[in-house]
T-cell receptor
Framework: NAGVTQTPKFQVLKTGQSMTLQCAQD?????MYWYRQDPGMGLRLIYY???????DKGEVPNGYNVSRLNKREFSLRLESAAPSQTSVYFC??????????????FGPGTRLTVT | QKEVEQNSGPLSVPEGAIASLNCTYS??????FFWYRQYSGKSPELIMS????GDKEDGRFTAQLNKASQYVSLLIRDSQPSDSATYLC?????????FGKGNQVVVIP
């Protein structure tokens, strides 16, 4: 099992460009998440999907959109990138949110720089 | 008040010693608590989960939970250089995990 995979690993964008970060999991998990991690700020939740067909905002959703394409895949889109979106982005997955435990497993991350 | 706080600065411990990390949380109804290890440049890796008051041991790691005092701790026994990493405390709040900012541990050979 590959677990959680993310593409690309690195990306440099110019201000105003758009891009989509891809995430897939092969653990048959129902819930998926997108985080960003910045120095001194810790991990912050951008969006999550409790189950296929649903998405919800997290702590820092502005400037992002998501799509839960199917049970395996959850993508994050930056429509018009800004330097403030320079960060490391992690995708994670877990079994159903309603189970209570919420053990999350993370992908390797995408390092994004916006100039 | 922050949801999850890890206030200690970098922790340096000699090889073979015990490293002790603490975390406090603000939501009294939280029921699920986790410790993640993150090596520099890598993603967080789940190392411990704990749901009941008391201690939970897994190899050289022991998680301790005290819901009345709203803290959770992690002990690393017989610390090894490979334990040098940042340790993140996470607490389930509603339908998400709230993370602390992490504590860096450096094990000195």
């Amino acid at each position: 099992n590959a677990g959680v995979t993310q593409t690309p690993k690195f990306q440099v964008l110019k201000t105003g460009q758009s891009m989509t970060l891809q995430c897939a999991q092969d653990m048959n998990h129902n819930s998926m998440y997108w985080y960003r991690q910045d120095p001194g700020m810790g991990l912050r939740l951008i969006y999550y999907s409790a189950s296929e067909g649903t998405t919800d905002k997290g702590e820092v959703p502005n400037g992002y959109n998501v799509s839960r394409l199917n049970k395996r895949e959850f993508s994050l889109r930056l429509e018009s990138a800004a330097p403030s979106q320079t960060s490391v982005y992690f995708c994670a997955s877990s079994e159903a949110l309603g189970q209570g435990t919420l053990e999350q497993y993370f992908g390797p991350g995408t390092r994004l720089t916006v100039t | 008040q922050k949801e999850v706080e890890q206030n200690s600065g970098p922790l340096s411990v000699p090889e073979g010693a015990i490293a002790s990390l603490n975390c406090t949380y603000s939501d009294r109804v939280s029921q699920s608590f986790f410790w993640y290890r993150q090596y520099s440049g890598k993603s967080p890796e789940l190392i411990m989960s704990i749901y009941s008051n008391g201690d939970k041991e897994d190899g050289r790691f022991t998680a301790q939970l005290n819901k009345a005092s709203q803290y959770v701790s992690l002990l690393i026994r017989d610390s090894q250089p490979s334990d040098s990493a940042t340790y993140l405390c996470a607490v389930k709040v509603d339908n998400r995990l709230a993370f602390g900012k992490g504590n860096q541990v450096v094990v000195i050979p």
